[in-house]
């Protein structure tokens, strides 16, 4: 969860200029052209990655309020499930860990794009121009 917040705080410190991200594709590399398969641009998933950073931090604090709101009643209601609570919460703590290292990684891969892009910027404003 660190991981995950710590790469979108540093994304958020980094990337100053999104609009530089619009029309670059997560797998394009210098110099080859746009997948066009209708996957979104680095752009669109800069705004997506923004977006869900507050719903996950909301999501735990709900979690949290849950949590401390519990009542004898919904015990007593659940101690029929008992066995199958550990499998069950195993198996959604797993895949809110996967997605949590997906969008790690997401968050991460376009960070570095948009420094490789500033220093393409940077370089190209270093040449002379002819």
């Given at each position: 969860?660190?991981?995950?917040?710590?790469?979108?705080?540093k994304m958020?410190?980094?990337?100053?200029?999104?609009?530089?991200?619009?029309?670059?594709?997560?797998?394009?590399?210098?110099?080859?052209?746009?997948?066009?398969?209708?996957?979104?641009?680095?752009?669109?998933?800069?705004?997506?990655?923004?977006?869900?950073?507050?719903?996950?931090?909301?999501?735990?604090?709900?979690?949290?309020?849950?949590?401390?709101?519990?009542?004898?009643?919904?015990?007593?209601?659940?101690?029929?499930?008992?066995?199958?609570?550990?499998?069950?919460?195993?198996?959604?703590?797993?895949?809110?860990q996967q997605?949590?290292?997906?969008?790690?990684?997401?968050?991460?891969?376009?960070?570095?794009?948009?420094?490789?892009?500033?220093?393409?910027?940077?370089?190209?404003?270093?040449?002379?121009?002819?």
């Amino acid at each position: 969860m660190e991981q995950y917040f710590s790469a979108t705080h540093k994304m958020e410190q980094e990337v100053m200029f999104p609009s530089l991200l619009r029309g670059v594709f997560p797998q394009q590399q210098h110099g080859e052209a746009p997948d066009a398969d209708g996957h979104t641009d680095l752009y669109e998933r800069y705004q997506q990655l923004k977006a869900i950073k507050p719903m996950v931090e909301k999501g735990l604090a709900s979690v949290n309020d849950q949590n401390s709101s519990s009542t004898d009643a919904d015990t007593a209601e659940d101690e029929g499930v008992d066995g199958n609570l550990e499998e069950r919460l195993s198996h959604h703590v797993n895949g809110l860990q996967q997605v949590l290292t997906d969008l790690t990684k997401n968050t991460k891969a376009l960070t570095r794009r948009y420094s490789q892009i500033l220093e393409e910027i940077n370089l190209s404003d270093d040449q002379p121009s002819s």
